[in-house]
């Protein structure tokens, strides 16, 4: 797959657009309304001000006794109080317009991530990639955007109607008003390519202080026991002396080009005092025009200068599209795009006769790491319904990655799968509950309660807590923490010591009820006895859930023994496979891998 496929702005803005087509369809509307409002108080206040200095009224007004001057002053809060109405309509499309779009990209975002393998880390650290999901950050950037072309396209129309206007009103006045605007317009097209080098780095320098952080938070043991404090320090003051640097020629620029357009606008206002002065002096300017010029510079000057902004901005939004497929490839980019639906349609459908594992056929599985060329190849084997299969090894020899590839974790180069005879095509979306529950070589809980830590979204009324409790032996240590199963455990299960970790990780399986139990060296920071009272348990659910199956990564002795299958791995390859008392007699790798068991029973 073509790595740097990339997807054109053009064409995110139009998904985007199609996506929530109502949405900003209204605050387009609403766009043109708030922008073709400002025309009319201008027209208004002229009208005023040419009837308090007697440049306008008829002699029918006056004969009929009509005070139109009172009506034209209600007229214009109404229309006021129309335009506050109409900005609460235009602000709240607007907003929903990005919020929802920022919620269905995030959410394309995080699936992504979550459909990478295991061999596919994230290109950046955890907390460069939060930056990209900020709202004021690059998702901020993408979603926003598209909201400016109906307020671009809003005010250039009502800025050429005001333009119109104060041109039949006085020509010259409006060329010198607006000719050096347009010079500054080209100028800022000119200038944004080095603003768009700026905002680059500057997106760069703050994933690199967010990252450092979030490594430095989850290596906090590691940095005290290796007196690397000031070390720490000193190397987030350097990343935070980089950024401040680009910000500050970030904002510099940003300054100088904001001040050289005020200078021009201020310029031309200025002008234009002079001009009107002179002119309504000689008679050919009246109050009502000089007060509809001041009503229509407020927003008009400012659409030359915005226009450079905009084409800006869209430049911009190409670097933040980049930043976000990152996290995206090696998926298509398209997968930024692809259609919202609920994570239940996204999994394997469970058919009913799949639902109960009569024999899992592993056949030729094979799995290589990229660089070392370690993994697995050509293993195959077989797992009936209700057996306790146990894979052991030497450290290196493949067990975990044996695993991980079974469970799509890893993706297979070759082989394949049969659940009940038929081939599994996916195995990430397969092998998940109720047909299978995995728990890892090291365990990973969440900074929440240790109940929700356990449950993880299962609805606790359909779950059997304290039978899952009991059977990971971990009732004992619930009742001895302060606050139950609504103790916060900490980032990573910290405020537990290793063998809970483990324990809960696997209450979190038992609750789920799956046929098929998957077990990666469960019991490695286990005592004797919690390990034997472990054993004993999952004894006992199996014998209460008939046909409940484990495949068991393990070298502790209470666990070979109860195997009906062992399963020898060597250097990634099937050594050997049968009952333990068979391999101690002729497999010379298992009669080792048992003598270098020093944990008893």
């Not at 500057?202 to 005290?224: I, M, N, P, W």
């Not at 910290?494 to 789920?512: C, D, E, K, N, P």
């Not at 250097?571 to 891998?593: F, I, K, Q, T, Y």
């Amino acid at each position: 797959m073509n790595q740097s496929a990339s997807l054109p702005t053009w064409r995110l803005n139009g998904r985007m657009i199609r996506y929530q087509w109502r949405a900003y369809s209204l605050h387009f509307f609403f766009c043109i309304l708030v922008f073709a409002e400002q025309l009319a108080p201008g027209l208004i206040v002229k009208a005023i001000f040419d009837r308090l200095t007697g440049a306008a009224g008829s002699t029918a007004e006056q004969l009929l006794g009509l005070n139109i001057l009172w009506w034209l002053i209600i007229l214009y809060l109404l229309i006021e109080l129309a335009r506050l109405v109409i900005s609460i309509g235009y602000e709240w499309f607007g907003m929903t317009f990005r919020l929802l779009n920022l919620s269905w990209l995030s959410s394309n975002i995080f699936a992504a991530i979550l459909r990478r393998h295991g061999d596919q880390p994230l290109p950046v650290s955890s907390g460069e990639a939060l930056n990209r999901f900020r709202y004021h950050e690059d998702m901020g950037e993408v979603t926003d955007f598209p909201t400016w072309i109906p307020d671009q396209v809003s005010k250039w129309i009502a800025a050429i109607v005001a333009v119109v206007i104060m041109a039949r009103n006085n020509l010259t006045i409006t060329l010198v008003i607006f000719l050096p605007l347009v010079g500054v317009m080209f100028l800022t097209r000119l200038f944004w390519g080095r603003m768009l080098v700026y905002y680059r780095r500057s997106r760069e320098a703050g994933d690199a202080v967010t990252g450092f952080l979030g490594e430095s938070f989850g290596s906090v043991q590691a940095v005290k026991v290796a007196g690397a404090e000031a070390a720490v320090a000193g190397r987030l003051g350097g990343l935070n002396e980089r950024r401040r640097g680009i910000e500050l020629r970030l904002s510099l620029f940003r300054g100088l080009l904001n001040a050289l357009n005020e200078s021009v606008v201020n310029f031309g206002i200025g002008v234009m005092l002079l001009m009107a002065g002179a002119a309504i002096s000689a008679g050919s300017f009246s109050v009502g025009d000089f007060a509809l010029f001041v009503s229509y510079l407020a927003f008009t000057t400012q659409v030359p200068s915005e226009l450079g902004t905009f084409y800006g901005d869209y430049k911009t939004q190409a670097v933040s599209i980049e930043r976000m497929l990152e996290l995206v490839r090696p998926q298509p980019p398209e997968t930024l795009t692809a259609a919202a639906q609920p994570v239940e349609e996204r999994e394997q459908p469970l058919e009913q006769d799949d639902r109960r594992l009569e024999c899992l056929e592993v056949r030729g599985l094979t799995y290589r790491h990229a660089g070392n060329g370690h993994g697995i190849h050509d293993v195959s084997f077989e797992l009936p319904a209700g057996s306790f299969v146990v894979v052991t090894g030497q450290i290196g020899s493949g067990k975990s990655t044996l695993i991980r590839t079974l469970l799509g974790l890893l993706p297979a180069q070759s082989g394949e799968i049969l659940w009940n005879g038929r081939p599994v095509r996916d195995a990430a979306a397969f092998f998940r509950p109720p047909r299978c529950a995995y728990t890892a070589q090291v365990p990973r809980l969440f900074s929440d309660t240790l109940r929700e830590n356990i449950l993880m979204g299962l609805p606790e009324e359909n779950a059997d807590l304290a039978a899952a409790l009991r059977s990971s032996v971990l009732e004992a240590d619930v009742a001895a923490l302060e606050k139950g199963l609504d103790t916060l455990v900490g980032p990573r299960g910290i405020r537990l010591s290793g063998g809970q970790v483990q324990r809960a990780a696997a209450a979190r399986m038992f609750v789920r009820e799956p046929g098929l139990l998957v077990f990666d060296d469960l019991s490695s920071a286990l005592d004797v006895e919690t390990e034997r009272l472990l054993w004993e348990r999952l004894d006992e659910r199996r014998a209460a859930q008939k046909g409940l199956t484990c495949l068991v990564v393990s070298h502790r002795r209470a666990a070979l023994k109860r195997a009906d299958q062992v399963i020898v791995l060597k250097e990634g390859a099937v050594e050997a496979a049968g009952r333990l008392d068979d391999l101690l007699e002729r497999s010379p790798e298992m009669r080792r891998l048992w003598k270098g068991e020093i944990t008893e029973e």
